[in-house]
């Protein structure tokens, strides 16, 4: 395996080989865009974009998956119906990726699930 890409993943989001961050466990991001729970936040040191989503319990539960087109997309995604085609894109990214992550981070999403149904594994 080759050490090149991980070097030049940006030391803050991880970016661009990283596609998701679970809740309680985040990079320092700037909100770009707002929408119905569902945000598009940059990341201040590679501007790479992240759709950020709040799940249940008490919409506390924050997932970052990453975002690869431009801002006009996502609010032209957001406008279609009020984000839940959005939502629905960053659920099944999630479901997709989540066990790709390091064991503390599924660990994260594994504890996030047995509090509530409502997150995005079990709810797709």
Same mark, same amino acid.
Request: charge should be neutral.
């Given at each position: %395996?080759?050490?090149?890409?991980?070097?030049?993943?940006?030391? /803050?989001?991880?970016?661009?080989? !990283?596609?998701?961050?679970?809740?309680?466990?985040? &990079?320092?991001?700037?909100?770009? !865009?707002?929408? /119905? @729970?569902? @945000?598009?936040?940059?990341?201040?040191?590679?501007?790479?974009?992240?759709?950020?989503?709040? @799940?249940? &319990?008490?919409?506390?539960?924050? @997932? !970052?998956?990453?975002?690869?087109?431009?801002?006009?997309?996502?609010?032209? %995604?957001? %406008?279609?119906?009020?984000?839940?085609? #959005?939502?629905?894109?960053?659920?099944?990214?999630?479901?997709?990726?989540?066990?790709?992550?390091?064991?503390?981070?599924?660990?994260?999403?594994?504890?996030? !699930?047995? #509090?509530?149904?409502?997150?995005?594994?079990? %709810?797709?």
């Amino acid at each position: %395996m080759s050490t090149t890409s991980i070097k030049n993943n940006c030391p /803050n989001c991880g970016a661009p080989d !990283r596609v998701l961050w679970p809740p309680g466990k985040s &990079p320092q991001l700037i909100s770009c !865009r707002n929408g /119905n @729970y569902i @945000y598009l936040d940059i990341c201040p040191n590679c501007n790479s974009l992240w759709c950020s989503a709040h @799940y249940c &319990p008490e919409f506390e539960n924050i @997932y !970052r998956v990453k975002w690869d087109k431009k801002p006009s997309e996502w609010t032209n %995604m957001h %406008m279609i119906d009020d984000g839940n085609t #959005l939502f629905k894109w960053h659920s099944s990214v999630i479901r997709e990726k989540w066990k790709e992550l390091a064991t503390d981070e599924t660990e994260l999403i594994e504890k996030h !699930r047995k #509090l509530t149904s409502d997150n995005p594994i079990d %709810m797709g």
